[in-house]
């Protein structure tokens, strides 16, 4: 079945830092999508991307979908401790399902 | 708008009892799906519905079934817990048939003694 590697699985920065968590598969995919979720919370929706290369941003967070649609990238420029949680990459199947990554979990020390 | 909710909140069952999670889907979501999420890791699919039909379904056992009812809200049952059933189950409704841009519920918190 269809996998999705994210690295790396904890990642601590101080406040004002940047960070970045990746997302791996070996095959391509339709889309990728971004979901947080913060401690003791269930996964909040932030993006999705489709299109090969394509780079999209919301305020502080850069998401990028790869050239060959086999990897992702979520970047946090200048982290608040209001980012703290784990950050998950998820790929819908042909099955209509969402495979998740690991995730990577996200803390920043004030 | 309401969005994705669930109950019960939190459950505590015994091995080999059978449970019931409900799920109301945001409002014009005709999609549903169904994950378990265990403590450390990425939500697991289980079930995806899409107009009350079965359309998708993960790896687990025959004891996890759901349904999808009239007015979209889904069910999920699990027969004969074991220990291992012990999970966060989610619920996500999607806009479209599939499960893009999935919206989570709460989640419902089972624990199998």
């Known amino acids: 079945g269809q996998q999705v590697m994210q690295i790396p699985q904890y990642q601590h920065v101080q406040e004002g830092e940047d960070f970045t968590t990746y997302c791996n598969s070996s095959t391509t995919l339709s889309n990728i999508q971004w979901y947080k979720q913060r401690p003791g919370g269930h996964p909040v929706f932030l993006i999705q991307?489709?299109?090969?290369?394509e780079v999209k941003k919301q305020k502080r967070l850069t998401f990028q979908f790869g050239e060959a649609k086999k990897n992702s990238s979520l970047h946090i420029t200048a982290t608040q401790t209001t980012d703290v949680g784990t950050y998950f990459c998820a790929a819908e199947g042909s099955a209509r399902q969402l495979t998740f990554g690991s995730g990577t979990q996200l803390t920043v020390l004030p | 708008d309401a969005g994705v909710t669930q109950s019960p909140t939190h459950l505590i069952k015994t091995r080999g009892q059978h449970v019931t999670l409900r799920c109301s889907p945001i409002?014009?979501?005709?999609?549903v799906s169904w994950y378990q999420q265990v403590l450390g890791q990425g939500p697991q699919f289980i079930f995806q519905y899409y107009e009350k039909e079965e359309r998708g379904r993960g790896n687990f056992p025959d004891r996890f079934s759901a349904r999808q009812f009239p007015n979209y809200s889904s069910e999920l049952n699990v027969n004969a817990l074991l220990l291992g059933d012990s999970a966060l189950y989610l619920c996500a409704s999607s806009p479209g048939q599939g499960a893009a841009e999935a919206f989570f519920g709460q989640g419902t918190r089972l624990t199998v003694v």
């Open positions: 991307l489709v299109k090969s290369g």
């Open positions: 409002s014009g979501h005709k999609s």
